[in-house]
């Protein structure tokens, strides 16, 4: 069991620090102080940037280019430029996984934020974007500090696509709508909304289908992921071209694996033609770390290292997480392999960005953002928005006959379970420092007098010893809270699951404690991918079931504030729950979304999955109820085409419009709906909208095309309106990847309402 951390140390301690000076870190370059820039061309902050970088790439010679193409750049003393590092992470806070990032001195800890998938079940657009807000005000305050980078490599916008996958819990879920939604409001919270200057550089990873890391004697650095033109189109790419397109990241990153049998790092098709030209990035992109290597060295993708360092640089790779191109690069560009204007373009992109990070505008206290400093870390407003996460992510998957919420008026409440007193289990995996914990015993204990058993000593639950003191514990106690679940032991990077249902004999503690307990037993599930719990739906003793993610460091407080009704849960599953059999027929390393009833196929995620399920996507309950009504919404769309050339083989046999023909910018519907509170306690609720197509070849499950989230007094009610693009949200894409829109009746479904929306081809409103 994790040793607890008091907060009220490190509290103290922000205290004392706050009338003391932390010495601000000396300029990355163009340091006022030295005579040596202050003449030089690159560091006049009145010049245009890519007059700027123009000039200090001209006065670099090849040998110092080469050596800032990877992760931990070297200094250029002659020009007054400092060293580098990178490689920073934030997924949902800042972290000291990357080498470019440690705490200690100043700087103990930062806020330790739900783990994504936590997050992700807000379906919250604004608490996401104000969680980058508050991480990058910590990152700014530990870089002024000389503790951190500028370049933090997060979010992982990767579609969970297999609930085996070990970092599932990283993503936004199996949804690319959401996910897409989540990475450009992440996104815009850390780099903030001032034009081209940049609070932190973000970055979008990793591109692109990857969600493999170890299974079944396959893994990451060995995969081929074939994907089909129709699933790259509609389900891989999507959240990364939200990213670029609407988030305006500074960077995206190429994953390991192979797609259709080339390296992603290596395709120029995907990063030159795709991320840079189509979707217009305005940044950097870096490799995985070592993938570079790995391409050469495991997948024998080309013949010479020096073919492997050029064919990346080529393909669009500005930046190797690694050694290898500062190793292989010179050689290349001396064998004909490479140009050094190669070379100069990958630079390019990385100095804008630091640019664009103000690392060349001199001293850094003098800046925006250099004000910011240890009293900005864990600060009481962060750690309140921590909770609040907690809460909002949270999500009551049962709950019979109004077990929840407990009677404050409990004596005493059992807690029992392998994850009922843990502390760094709840911040997940690419965390940090947290500021201080608190545990669900130690939450509960808030609320009532506890009783506490562990029941197993780890999440493992190898053995059957402890289950009689819990029996104990729960035949004595007014309520019993099972706390069970999953951890990195289980789930993690380069660690997929090999099964859905809980760990050795946690499913036994569970029924038995339940069989024992006196008073109603509720069963609190801590994971990042589902977990098969049919037992425990279909167990009349068991009162209710929580899922609370990995819920960071106030989890403690957000799950007792829930079980006893302080906060009512609003939160919907990012992803579906699979029954344990589900895997049988589904191998990790088939990538096709759709299901195949040729080879018995089940297809994946609930946009193409029509088997049974423990919990669907989007499922979620609250302590009160909630009635929708559709005030306003169009019955029928004319669609208009482009020009006249487009009109007359637009539609053809497969009764769709491309979307490239379609005149997009007339194709924007709004949808009013009213949402009442018509239940007795106040609370939060996710409108979810989703659409299907016209039957026929369309034919598919239902697609989410948007939520709202709407709090709700008792009694009252609000209108929402959610904005509908044709292009967009009513399109499909076809085997050719091509996005269409199909001609016919369109249905949406809003909660219990269905709306229908029949869309026609316009050939008289042509502009020729």
Same mark, same amino acid.
């Given at each position: ?83 580098? =590092? ?8 800042? /972290? ?28 919250? =657009? ?16 530990? &870089? ?10 997060? @979010?992982?916008?990767? !579609? ?6 070990? #970092? ?19 996104? #815009?919270?850390? *780099? ?16 692109? $289908? ?25 389900? &891989? ?28 790092? $290596?395709? @120029? ?16 992109? !870096? ?18 290292? =020096? ?84 809460? *909002? ?16 008026? %409990? ?6 379970? @392998? ?17 201080? &914990? ?30 009689? $003191? ?6 004595? $106690? ?29 499913? =036994? ?17 801590? /994971? ?72 018995? &196929? ?9 088997? @049974? ?15 929708? /009504? ?58 979810? !909208? ?48 091509? #996005? ?22 316009? %050939? ?5």
């Amino acid at each position: 069991m994790a040793d607890k951390i008091n907060t009220l140390p490190f509290l103290l301690f922000l205290l004392c620090l706050s009338n003391h000076i932390v010495e601000s870190r000396e300029p990355f370059a163009c340091d006022p102080k030295l005579g040596l820039t202050r003449s030089l061309k690159f560091c006049r902050v009145n010049l245009p940037i890519h007059v700027r970088v123009r000039d200090l790439i001209g006065r670099l010679t090849l040998q110092e280019k080469i050596r800032l193409l990877v992760n931990n750049a070297a200094a250029v003393p002659r020009l007054g430029i400092q060293g580098y =590092e990178w490689w920073s992470e934030a997924l949902h806070g800042v /972290s000291n996984v990357g080498p470019g990032t440690k705490f200690g001195g100043a700087f103990p800890g930062a806020t330790a934020f739900p783990q994504v998938i936590t997050t992700a079940a807000s379906f919250n =657009e604004s608490l996401w974007e104000e969680i980058g807000r508050v991480v990058s005000d910590e990152a700014r305050a530990m &870089y002024n500090g000389g503790m951190a980078g500028l370049t933090y490599w997060s @979010p992982n916008v990767n !579609v969970f696509r297999d609930p085996r996958w070990g #970092r599932g819990q990283e993503t936004p879920g199996e949804d690319p709508v959401v996910a897409g939604k989540y990475a450009a409001s992440y996104v #815009r919270g850390l *780099q903030g909304n001032n034009g081209l200057r940049l609070k932190v550089a973000a970055c979008c990873k990793h591109y692109t $289908a990857y969600d493999l890391d170890n299974w079944n004697g396959v893994d990451r650095y060995h995969f081929n992921a074939r994907v089909s033109k129709q699933d790259l189109e509609d389900t &891989y790419n999507v959240p990364f071209k939200s990213c670029v397109v609407a988030g305006k990241v500074a960077s995206v990153m190429c994953s390991y694996n192979q797609v259709n049998g080339k390296p992603t790092c $290596a395709d @120029p098709y995907l990063l030159k033609n795709t991320i840079r030209g189509e979707w217009g990035l305005n940044g950097y992109i !870096v490799s995985d770390c070592d993938s570079v290597g790995v391409l050469f060295d495991t997948q024998h993708y080309t013949a010479t290292p =020096e073919e492997a360092a050029a064919s990346t640089i080529r393909a669009g790779l500005d930046l190797d997480c690694g050694p290898f191109l500062a190793i292989h690069t010179e050689n290349a560009v001396k064998g004909g392999l490479l140009k050094e204007e190669d070379v100069n373009m990958a630079l390019a992109n990385t100095i804008t960005v630091q640019m664009r990070l103000g690392m060349f505008d001199g001293e850094p206290s003098a800046q925006p953002f250099g004000n910011l400093g240890p009293r900005d870390v864990c600060t009481p407003a962060h750690q309140q928005l921590a909770l609040q996460a907690a809460r *909002q992510g949270i999500v009551l998957l049962q709950n019979r006959g109004r077990t929840l919420p407990l009677s404050r008026t %409990l004596q005493t409440v059992a807690v029992i379970g @392998p994850n009922s007193d843990v502390t760094v289990t709840m911040i997940g995996n690419y965390a940090g420092v947290a500021c201080g &914990y608190t545990t669900p015993l130690q939450g509960i204990r808030r609320y009532a007098k506890t009783v506490h058993h562990p029941g197993c000593n780890d999440v493992f639950c190898n053995g059957n010893q402890q289950f009689n $003191a819990a029996e104990v514990a729960a035949r004595h $106690a007014d309520a019993t809270i099972l706390v069970m679940g999953l951890d990195q032991s289980i789930e993690a990077e380069f660690r997929d699951r090999k099964g859905l249902l809980l760990p050795g004999y946690q499913q =036994e503690l569970v029924s038995i404690v339940a069989r024992a307990s006196r008073g109603p037993t509720i069963l609190v599930l801590m /994971s990042g991918g589902p977990i098969d719990v049919s037992f425990a739906k279909n167990d009349p003793r068991i009162g209710a079931i929580l899922w609370v993610g990995y819920p960071g460091q106030a989890g403690g407080a957000a799950i007792a504030d829930v079980l006893f009704g302080t906060a009512n849960p609003g939160g919907k599953l990012p992803m579906t729950w699979y029954p344990h059999n589900y895997l049988a027929k589904v191998p990790m390393t088939n990538m096709g979304m759709r299901a195949d009833p040729s080879r018995g &196929y089940p297809g994946r995620t609930y946009r193409f999955y029509k088997g @049974p399920v423990v919990f669907p996507f989007g499922h979620g309950m609250s302590y009160t109820t909630f009635a929708h /009504s559709l005030v306003q919404a169009p019955r029928e769309v004319s669609v208009p085409l482009a020009s006249l050339h487009v009109s007359r083989n637009t539609t053809g046999a497969s009764n769709a419009i491309r979307v490239s023909h379609a005149n997009c910018e007339a194709l924007a519907l709004g949808v009013h709906i009213d949402v009442k509170n018509t239940g007795d306690m106040d609370g939060t609720h996710t409108l979810l !909208v989703f659409s299907s197509p016209p039957g026929g070849k369309w034919s598919t499950q239902k697609q989410l095309i948007g939520f709202e989230k709407v709090h709700l007094v008792t009694g009252s009610q609000k209108r929402v309106k959610i904005d509908i693009h044709v292009c967009k949200h009513l399109s499909v894409v076809d085997r050719f990847g091509i #996005r269409r829109i199909p001609i016919g009746e369109h249905d949406l479904y809003i909660g219990d309402l269905k709306h229908s929306i029949s869309l026609q081809a316009n %050939l008289e409103e042509i502009k020729s």
